[in-house]
């Protein structure tokens, strides 16, 4: 009789200024880390060669480890709307590189991370970054922190899987809330 079906699932934590990448592997209910890291962008780089950097990167991983399934976490508007577009954009070239290679890409908000890897949703940062280290069996928490949030991010659809996950939409337009061409928008 064969095994459990291993699937490699990446999760990403996107930013420009820094991108956290964490790639985990799933058989049954054991997880385990195959790689973890950041792609860092210097400040002072025009913002286009910035995404070129993060979009090389990604499409370097996602080549090198054939993800079944990509994790990224919703944006989050706050005050700072600057940098939200900015990471919105870093977001979107992560997208496009799975795209690009057929792989399925599903989001999660930090609320939904929270609760998938600690089972509270109003989790800290700390606590996540406990339990991912003890559910990974790591023998300290990954760093830099957006290392140790896209493996959350991987994690949580590791532990949630396909059926409750959202695909990837344009934000809060299309799909997930409700709207759709059946609906008149689109």
Request: net charge positive.
């Amino acid at each position: 009789m064969a095994g459990p079906v291993t699937q490699t699932i990446i999760g990403i934590d996107p930013g420009y200024a820094i991108t956290g990448y964490g790639i985990v592997s799933k058989a049954g209910n054991k997880l385990k880390v195959i790689d973890y890291g950041v792609i860092e962008t210097k400040a002072h780089t025009e913002f286009p060669s910035r995404l070129l950097t993060i979009n090389e990167k990604v499409r370097f991983l996602l080549e090198q480890y054939k993800p079944d399934l990509m994790a990224v976490e919703e944006l989050f508007m706050g005050n700072n709307r600057t940098t939200a577009v900015g990471t919105a954009q870093a977001r979107g070239v992560v997208i496009v590189e799975a795209a690009r290679l057929d792989i399925p890409v599903y989001e999660f908000t930090p609320g939904q991370i929270k609760l998938a890897v600690t089972g509270y949703g109003k989790a800290d940062k700390n606590q996540v970054q406990q339990m991912i280290k003890s559910l990974l069996s790591l023998d300290k928490i990954p760093k830099p922190d957006d290392a140790a949030d896209a493996l959350a991010v991987a994690v949580c659809l590791a532990n949630t899987g396909t059926a409750f996950a959202g695909k990837a939409v344009s934000g809060y337009q299309y799909g997930r809330y409700g709207y759709s061409k059946r609906n008149g928008f689109g």
